[in-house]
């Protein structure tokens, strides 16, 4: 079994933070209003409360 290289990731994941980065700040420029969150988390509807009646 090989074993993972743990360089070639964390690069990856570096050029991945470095890329989007770069697309906010170019957003930015633009006048585009940038989200902090990912486009996956907010297609995910959050539960909403329902009022508890009171007796």
């Known amino acids: ?3 993972p290289n743990y360089a070639f990731i964390k690069r990856q994941k570096d ?3 470095k890329a989007k980065k ?3 700040k170019q ?3 633009r ?3 940038v989200s902090d969150t990912d486009e996956d988390e907010s297609d995910v509807t959050e ?3 329902t009022p508890v009646p009171s007796n």
């Open 1 to 3: 079994m090989a074993t």
């Open 15 to 17: 050029l991945a933070k």
């Open 22 to 24: 770069e697309e906010k």
């Open 27 to 29: 957003a930015k420029l």
């Open 31 to 33: 006048g585009e209003v």
């Open 47 to 49: 539960p909403t409360e």
